[in-house]
Structure formats: C-alpha cells, structure tokens
C-alpha cells in the first residue's frame, strides 16, 4: 500500500504540510470543508513547489505535484490513508469536532495528528475510544523550510503513537523535539510569545519605532538565533562559558524580567503603528509574493547551514 496522508483542512499549514509529504514521495489527499479550496490548496502548494524547484532545492516540482489529491470529503480523504493530519481552525470546539469524526471513521492502527499550535491534545480527544492514537504534530510555518516540529503525547497517547510521530518526521526531513509534558502553547510559540509580546510592548510604550525593533531581531539576536539557541550564544558570550556568564549576568535577566511587559494586552496604538510600517514596506496585494520571497531567504539561509 503506498503512504497516503489525508490533510483535513487545507489552508496555509494544510498546503505546508502537502509539500512536505509529497517532497518525500507521499499521496497527499487534501480536504477542506469550504467548497473550492481543496483545488485551491493544491495550486498554492504547486506555486511553492516550483519555487523550491527554481532555487535547486527540489528535483522535481512536477513529480511531486503528480502526488497530490484534492478531495470533497472527508470520507474521501482517509479512503486508504496510511497517516492522518488535522489542520483546522484553532479551538477546542473544531478539533473536538473533527477528531470525534475521525476516530469513529478511520481504522484504528492510523495515527490522527493534529497541527494545534497552543492547544494541547488532553482538550478535546480525551473521551475518544481510540485516544491513545492520538498526538499533536505542531509545525513551524512554511514546515518544508523551517524544519522543526513538536510532537506533544497526551497523558493517555500510547508511546508507539509518539515513537511513530517521530520517526515519521524524520523521514520526511523534519526535525522533531518530543515535549515530555503537555503545556499550553508548547515551546516554540511559549518562547515567540514572551519575545513578540515584549516588542508589542516597546512599541506601545514609545521605547522604539516597529522598523527599530524589526532591525533588532533582523540584524541583531536573528543573526546568532538563526544557527545557535540562546544557551549556546550565552555559553560564547563568557570567556569559561555559560556558567561565568550565568554568575555575571543572571540577576540582570531577573531584574528586567520583572519589567517586561510579556503579559500585557497589545494596545492599539502599537497594533496601528506596526501595521502602517508593514503596509509602506509591502502592499496587501504583495503579500503572497513576500511570501515566496521570504522562502527564498530561507532557501538561501538552509544551504548555508552546516547542521
Ligand atoms: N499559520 C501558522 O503559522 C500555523 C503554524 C503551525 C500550526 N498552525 C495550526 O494549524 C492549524 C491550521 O492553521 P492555518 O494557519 O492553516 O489556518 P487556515 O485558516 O489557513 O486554514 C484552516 C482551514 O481549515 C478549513 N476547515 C475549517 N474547519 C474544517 C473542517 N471541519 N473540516 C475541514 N476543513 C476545515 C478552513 O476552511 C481553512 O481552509 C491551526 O490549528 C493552527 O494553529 C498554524
């Protein structure tokens, strides 16, 4: 039986997600319970294929697209499917919808994903008979370039249910970290969050411009960030290492800790602000195009990396 993966919602990790899969050989059936994106979804990740294609990182894009398989239902999708990945709308209520539907309809050897970014698995598959097949596969955006993804057990998942996740990833060239507990908002988005919501803060506080702390992170911690994490940066940043620096330093991460606004609303001031500084740079309409032009930075950046 070929591997088939049936994408239940198929819009931008959707798209994502097919790339990945049909990249590595995969039949990828793509459903989407709004009429049309489903055909949609198939051209968006065509035009992503071409452009991983046009910089040398994919052999074929056609040989890829030949794999994927727009659907009208859902019953269609998982005909036959050797993996199933969820990717709806962010709330409890969808996911519990459409998980309900699937364990009651897909065999019960088939591993359900679910590309929840925040949500934890226990929120809305624990009343399902086959609960224990059932995991969090949370990827990054755009998933074929920015390789990480958390898999993320519920208390009940079995740990072949997690074993399988991860060596699946592997093999489709992703790169998993397995949460050894279930926390709201998972590791990559908790840490994003406590930086995106300090930024919204100095803007908001008329500390700096939105280009000013854009630059910060472009051209100052995104530079190191983009091939180390935050231990190895502290660890080059004391000449005998982390532990000098952590002596050093430490208490000042404790005092401007408590000064950080990492739990404030974002005001609308600062939501103005930043918006009207991403508008002069890219119209609206320019958008999409941005986006293939962000995965050539990517591109660029991924066959410089030595990792
Ligand atoms: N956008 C990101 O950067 C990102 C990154 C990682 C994970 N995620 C997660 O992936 C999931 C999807 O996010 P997205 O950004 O692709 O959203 P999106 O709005 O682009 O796509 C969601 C799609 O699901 C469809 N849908 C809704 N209910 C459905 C149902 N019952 N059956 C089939 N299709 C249905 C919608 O029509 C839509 O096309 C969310 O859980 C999100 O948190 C998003």
């Not at 990790?13 to 989407?32: K, Q, T």
Request: glycine share 8%; aromatic share 8%.
């Amino acid at each position: 039986m070929p591997n088939r993966i049936a994408l239940i919602g198929s819009g931008l990790i959707g798209c994502g997600w097919a790339v990945v899969f049909s990249r590595a050989g995969w039949d990828v059936a793509l459903h989407d319970i709004k009429p049309g994106r489903a055909k949609q979804a198939v051209e968006d990740t065509k035009a992503s294929l071409a452009n991983l294609e046009a910089c040398g990182f994919l052999e074929s894009a056609d040989a890829c697209a030949q794999h994927l398989l727009p659907v009208g239902s859902l019953d269609e999708a998982i005909e036959g499917a050797t993996f199933v990945q969820e990717n709806v709308l962010e709330t409890p209520e969808e996911k519990l919808a459409v998980f309900q539907e699937l364990d009651r309809k897909v065999p019960g050897d088939i591993i359900l994903g679910s590309s929840a970014s925040t949500i934890p698995a226990s929120k809305f598959t624990e009343h399902l008979d086959g609960r224990e097949r059932c995991i969090i596969v949370h990827p990054c955006t755009p998933p074929y370039l920015v390789p990480l993804v958390e898999i993320v057990p519920a208390p009940w998942t079995a740990a072949a249910t997690t074993q399988y996740c991860v060596d699946l990833m592997t093999d489709v060239n992703l790169v998993p970290i397995l949460l050894h507990k279930e926390m709201y908002g998972f590791v990559l988005n908790r840490l994003q969050v406590a930086l995106v919501n300090e930024a919204m803060h100095l803007v908001g506080q008329g500390v700096a411009s939105p280009a000013d702390v854009e630059k910060t992170l472009k051209n100052g911690l995104g530079l190191r960030w983009s091939f180390m994490g935050p231990f190895q940066t502290m660890d080059l940043a004391a000449p005998t290492g982390f532990k000098e620096y952590a002596t050093k330093f430490g208490h000042s991460y404790r005092n401007m800790g408590k000064e950080l606004g990492v739990a404030e609303e974002w005001s609308t001031d600062a939501i103005d602000q930043v918006d009207r500084f991403l508008r002069d740079e890219v119209p609206l309409d320019k958008l999409a195009e941005r986006g293939q032009w962000r995965d050539r930075k990517l591109m660029k950046l991924a066959s410089d990396t030595d990792n």
